[in-house]
């Protein structure tokens, strides 16, 4: 193959823009059972006996019972269902399936806790192996009586082996009736929140260093139907008041993840919430024409936001601070809707401008986001209002955004409206809504990284207005039938997690980067590159993809620098476009870190085939 002689020049002179502060961030939904299943760290399936109106689906007879929903003399008016066991002999009771097993771990303190009633004797709370045969931890609760009483305990494992193969259990220490509302566990949390979030994945997610967090959707914000929707007043105050509702994904969300539930999420990772409201727009066609119909809907924003941001003497953040949260969040941005582009109705720019008048006239700060961006129809677009951002979404084949990177955002107006590359990720070949794709692997394989790591430099070139940008989907649950979607940035079962080779890009980009922008152009090939550098230190971010199959020798001239420490860091992740992390090889492609000498203003490096490389450099 011919050697090609390639010359990264940088502009070190003078800064072109700012990069934005909140340029990468995290986006989210339930879909892939991305909350239950997922990062929400209940592990009962089906708590609340409202996933299905027939069948206690998930729970199980131990021991002879016969279990059935029951509607008569529900918890509450929202707890409408409980589970009744009718226990013929000792021991017997009922099993929970969890969200594909449970996790087991040596010397753990799980919490129980459920609503039960009857005449039964003691309860026993067992987490055993699915056969029976090994009681990882178990404990036992004094008898309840006839009315609904909440019970709580610990089941504590001993030095076992971790496992997922497990059940839960309660089981009846004599023959009678025993109904069961809400039962609930959870292994230890991240900060120890009470309903609060899976470790490792909570670990995963602040390694990325997110400035944002965009939620609750995506679909999941606008439901089928109206009816379905992202309803935020009911998924807020004790769990026993949340009915959940069904998700556009195929299940049921239990809605224990909900508006404060996310907004403590972004406080554990220090980014800012991002909020979708729901704009008047839902998936299966169904619309609010503009005018008094939407007005409800605009009323229910501006609540959400005065819950969110509003000080305790406000309506809602009085309501936030009853449910534990006196404290206002901070919140720049809000988003009118996910994808209007697909309401063939006609209605967004006039909903959207009623939502944005509304907005700014209580909340003259706050950016509005239209989820119309340019890369549709012009048609699409907003045009009575001039919104403060556009939303765009990029599901593209990985060689797309490789030939589209080197100039994508140069025809942008740098002047605004600002772009928020809402949803974007590589596929390797086939995209994620054809069925084929569901034959794939959950996460991307290094192929999808190469694209999705040269689409970063693009927006990151540009990260003075490309102001945030977030991958999605952020999770996958990868046991059969947990994923809608494919390809996904981390996936996980009951016990363990994984980052894709993407999840490793994104970490290389948003962890190490500047606050100014440099100029960057590179002679001899596509511009797969770009450059910040951190003003107070002067320190330099070079990145750059090599997509081919052969090393790329590159001569890097620092144009204008009066000197550079001779030692410099190269992060990089490298690996053949079909190796993958799975959950059996978690870390088969990982970055590595070197150090490399012998480095002046100019200075020639060879990246390695299919690269995606980080070097930082100090200048003076
Ligand atoms: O990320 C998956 C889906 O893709 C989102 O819910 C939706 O906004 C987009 O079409």
């Not at 019972?65 to 269902?81: E, Q």
């Not at 497990?166 to 120890?192: D, H, M, Q, R, Y």
């Not at 989820?371 to 001039?386: C, F, I, L, Y």
Request: contains cysteine; aromatic residues 10%.
């Amino acid at each position: 193959m011919k050697k090609q002689n390639l010359t990264l020049t940088i502009d070190t002179t003078k800064a072109t823009g700012k990069v934005s502060p909140l340029h990468y961030g995290l986006m989210t939904e339930e879909i892939n059972y991305s909350y239950d299943g997922g990062l929400y760290a209940e592990l009962i399936r089906n708590r609340a006996f409202l996933d299905d109106a027939k069948n206690p689906v998930h729970w199980s007879s131990v021991g002879g019972a016969t279990l059935a929903l029951d509607t008569a003399l529900p918890v509450n008016n929202v707890l409408t269902t409980s589970l009744r066991v009718e226990a013929t002999a000792a021991g017997a009771g009922a099993a929970n399936d969890g969200y594909w097993g449970f996790p087991i771990t040596p010397n753990t303190n799980d919490k129980a806790s459920f609503f039960a009633r009857g005449s039964v004797g003691a309860l026993t709370l067992t987490l055993q192996s699915r056969d029976g045969k090994t009681i990882y931890a178990q404990t036992r609760v004094s008898a309840v009586g006839e009315g609904w009483k909440k019970v709580t305990a610990t089941l504590k494992t001993g030095n076992v082996a971790p496992t997922t193969d497990a059940i839960f259990t309660i089981t009846a220490e004599k023959p009678g009736t025993l109904w069961l509302s809400l039962v609930s566990l959870f292994p230890p949390t991240w900060n120890n929140r009470p309903n609060g979030f899976r470790r490792d994945l909570m670990q995963l997610l602040v390694d990325l260093k997110p400035g944002f967090l965009r939620f609750p959707g995506g679909n999941y914000l606008e439901g089928n139907t109206i009816a379905t929707r992202f309803d935020w007043k009911k998924t807020i105050g004790p769990l026993e008041t949340r009915p959940g509702h069904p998700c556009p994904w195929g299940y049921r969300s239990s809605d224990g993840m909900g508006l404060l539930e996310f907004l403590l999420w972004c406080e554990d990772m220090d980014a800012e919430p991002v909020l979708g409201v729901y704009a008047g727009y839902s998936l299966r066609g169904e619309f609010v024409k503009p005018g008094p119909d939407l007005e409800p809907y605009v009323q229910e924003a501006l609540e959400e936001i005065e819950y969110i941001t509003g000080s305790t003497s406000t309506k809602w953040g009085a309501q936030r601070a009853k449910d534990g949260h006196p404290k206002p969040f901070k919140l720049q941005y809000v988003e009118v809707g996910n994808e209007d582009f697909f309401d063939r109705s006609g209605s967004y720019d006039g909903r959207f401008a009623q939502f944005y008048d509304a907005i700014k006239a209580k909340y003259p700060n706050l950016k509005v986001v239209s989820t119309v961006g340019n890369e549709q129809p012009a048609s699409k677009r907003v045009k009575s209002r001039k919104p403060d951002a556009l939303d765009e979404h990029y599901y593209r084949k990985a060689a797309d955004f490789i030939r589209d990177s080197p100039t994508h955002f140069d025809r942008y107006d740098r002047k605004g409206p600002e772009i928020f590359v809402g949803e974007w990720a590589a596929h390797e070949e086939i995209a994620p809504w054809l069925p084929p794709s569901r034959n794939l692997p959950a996460t991307p394989s290094m192929k999808a990284a190469l694209g999705d790591a040269a689409f970063m430099t693009a927006m990151e070139r540009h990260a003075d207005f490309v102001t945030m940008q977030c991958y999605a989907p952020l999770f996958v649950n990868i046991n059969p039938g947990g994923r809608q979607w494919r390809p996904d940035l981390i996936g996980y079962d009951a016990l363990r997690s994984y980052g894709a080779p993407s999840y490793y890009a994104l970490k290389l980009f948003s962890t190490s980067v500047g606050d100014e922008l440099l100029k960057v152009s590179l002679a001899g090939a596509p511009l797969l590159a770009s450059v910040t550098r951190q003003s107070k230190t002067g320190k330099l971010f070079v990145k750059y993809v090599n997509p081919g199959e052969t090393p790329q020798a590159v001569t890097l001239q620092l144009a204008g620098a009066k000197s550079v420490k001779p030692e410099a860091t190269v992060t990089t992740l490298a690996a053949p476009p079909d190796e993958t992390n799975s959950m059996e090889n978690p870390s088969k492609v990982i970055s590595k870190t070197t150090k490399i000498g012998n480095i002046k203003p100019e200075f020639s490096y060879t990246f390695p085939p299919y690269s995606i490389t980080l070097i930082t450099l100090e200048t003076r």
